[in-house]
T-cell receptor, first 115, second 112 residues
Framework: EAGVAQSPRYKIIEKRQSVAFWCNPI?????LYWYQQILGQGPKLLIQ????????DSQLPKDRFSAERLKGVDSTLKIQPAKLEDSAVYLC?????????????FGPGTRLTVL | DAKTTQPPSMDCAEGRAANLPCNHS???????VYWYRQIHSQGPQYIIH???NNETNEMASLIITEDRKSSTLILPHATLRDTAVYYC?????????????FGEGTQLTVNP
């Protein structure tokens, strides 16, 4: 079974530029998550989708971050404009559903460096 | 979600059992205990989860105290490849979803 795919793996941009990350979840997984992991910290949930609907975006900085999952499969996370403090690893995860015994499978992440 | 407390770091000798503790004294009856680990430069990896009973799978065992206020993850025969940050998470599902709230975890170092 293929895992969660993410691209690119690495990205370096200047502050105030825009950047987008792509995620392809495990086939059949209805729930998709985006996490931000700053160096030395645990991952923090940014947004959670159930199919193509947003379930939880309470920790998403909506003035600069946006995410979509238009067809309920792939998802993109965008930052516009980027700030220095956005330097982090952006992790995508998926699960079968929202039940607490549905484990989340994580992708390898995209490491973003903002200069 | 209930808060968890873990030691920041632990060491273990290769081939010995690694016992990683976690306190979750404010856990609610409908919250599961999850363990994930993150090897350097990789995404977190699911290890095991439980609600009330002890659980075992091919990777580890999870021992939950009877009052559910603490748990221990046991890696029975640690190898160098088990060196990672281990996260203990309590998780509840509701109508608004079921997030994983990661703390800072325990850095386990397995020594040869």
């Amino acid at each position: 079974e293929a895992g969660v795919a993410q691209s690119p793996r690495y990205k370096i941009i200047e502050k105030r530029q825009s950047v987008a990350f792509w995620c392809n979840p495990i086939s059949g997984h209805a729930t998709l998550y985006w996490y931000q992991q700053i160096l030395g910290q645990g991952p923090k949930l940014l947004i959670q989708f159930q199919n193509n609907g947003v379930v939880d975006d309470s920790q998403l900085p909506k003035d600069r971050f946006s995410a979509e999952r238009l067809k309920g499969v792939d998802s993109t996370l965008k930052i516009q404009p980027a700030k220095l403090e956005d330097s982090a690893v952006y992790l995508c995860a998926s699960s079968l559903g929202l039940a607490p015994n549905n484990e989340q499978f994580f992708g390898p992440g995209t490491r973003l460096t903002v200069l | 979600d209930a808060k968890t407390t873990q030691p920041p770091s632990m060491d273990c000798a290769e081939g010995r059992a690694a016992n990683l503790p976690c306190n979750h004294s404010t856990i609610s009856g409908n919250e599961y205990v999850y363990w994930y680990r993150q090897i350097h430069s990789q995404g977190p990896q699911y290890i095991i989860h439980g609600l009330k009973n002890n659980e075992t799978n091919e990777m580890a065992s999870l021992i939950i105290t009877e009052d559910r206020k603490s748990s221990t993850l046991i890696l029975p025969h640690a190898t160098l490849r088990d060196t990672a940050v281990y996260y203990c998470i309590v998780r509840v599902a509701g109508t608004s979803g079921s997030r994983l709230t990661f703390g800072e975890g325990t850095q386990l170092t397995v020594n040869p």
